[in-house]
């Protein structure tokens, strides 16, 4: 947690990037933990909570969106606090009940996400009474089209999810599939912007307060994907690779070219942007690419997360 942003009952988890950041808010009537991390990380996300919360029962689990690093935790507290009220955005309630894995983005992007069950729906519009402040739910699609930010108003504190970081936003995943939604991601920005937060916990990465400066970064990248959705493309394709290469540390390289071969957002945007290529070859130059930016290295037989 960072020194400067001190407010009582609010710890932030700083997590990797396998693992979205988790944000612990309690107050004398409930502990509520806003996004669970990796299913991999899902031990130490337990671990976590519960130095932080010494004995005392974790009650509600809001997740901002369902993205498997935000909400893979969520069996694991949820089997662990018997009496844990989760809450998600509503876009995906039909599918989280009958647990639809296509419609929720794991199968299409080849992660892995335990089922889970929730109680509650976060609105647009309502109030979540976290930590003695109150909290406003935001829409904030783009990112994900379902996704919700949080701000509280009286210290001007912003839980961005992945709508905002201090160095850009997460992949635009309607986009992968052909659906646009760049206008959405340049309407969340000014959204965050009319709120005027002074503090953001971005869904990965440190607190920030330099929201301005994080916002130029954000437009000017959006501007680059709009001007080049290849670039969006390729972009979307090495962060599916990466992010996989972080769960599995390393792996034999025919095996992760089997998987990726499979991954249905890999061969759309295949498809998409590098069809007179074959696709062991576009996998092979996406993973060349991240090998010159130092996210990983050929050993052998072997590819290795860096």
């Known amino acids: 947690m960072t020194q400067r942003l001190q407010i ?6 700083e997590r990797g990037w396998l693992s979205a950041n988790n944000i612990l808010l309690a107050d004398d009537d409930c502990a509520t933990l806003i996004d669970s991390g990796y ?7 337990l671990a976590l909570v519960q130095n932080a919360l010494n004995g005392r029962p974790l009650d509600q689990l809001v997740n901002t969106h369902l993205h498997s690093d935000h909400c893979g935790g969520n069996h694991h507290l949820q089997t662990h606090y018997s009496q844990l009220e989760t809450w998600i955005p509503p876009g995906e309630a039909k599918a989280v009940s009958i647990w639809d894995a296509e419609a929720l983005s794991y199968e299409a992007t080849g992660q892995l996400c335990p089922r889970f069950k929730f109680e509650g729906l976060l609105q647009v519009g ?14 904030a699609p783009g990112h994900d089209p379902h996704s919700v930010i949080l701000f509280e108003p009286t210290h001007k504190i912003l839980i961005s ?5 201090a160095n850009g936003f997460g992949v635009v995943f309607p986009e992968l599939e052909g659906v646009e939604a760049f206008h959405e991601v340049s309407q969340t920005l000014d959204l965050i912007e009319s709120l005027k ?3 953001v916990i971005p869904g990965h990465g440190a607190v920030f307060d330099n929201v301005d400066a994080a916002l130029e970064i954000a437009r000017k990248k959006l501007d680059g994907f709009v001007q080049s959705p290849l670039k969006h493309g390729r972009y979307g394709a090495k962060v599916l690779l990466k992010y996989k290469l972080l769960e599995l540390s390393e792996v034999e390289n025919t095996s992760f070219m089997a998987w990726a071969s499979e991954v249905p957002y890999l061969k759309i945007l295949h498809q998409t942007h590098a069809a007179s290529m074959s696709l062991q070859e576009w996998l092979q130059d996406m993973l060349l690419d991240l090998e010159r930016s130092n ?3 050929f050993q052998d037989n072997m590819i290795v997360n860096l």
Do not use: C, K, M, Y
């Not at 999810?161 to 970081?165: K, N, S, T």
């Open 161 to 165: 999810a992945d709508a905002l970081w």
């Open 197 to 199: 937060p002074i503090w």
């Open 295 to 297: 996210a990983l290295a």
């Open 39 to 45: 299913v991999t990380h899902e031990a130490q996300t």
């Open 126 to 139: 309502q109030i979540l009474r976290l930590a003695s402040l109150n909290w406003e739910v935001h829409a």
């Open 8 to 13: 009582p009952g609010l710890q932030v988890f």
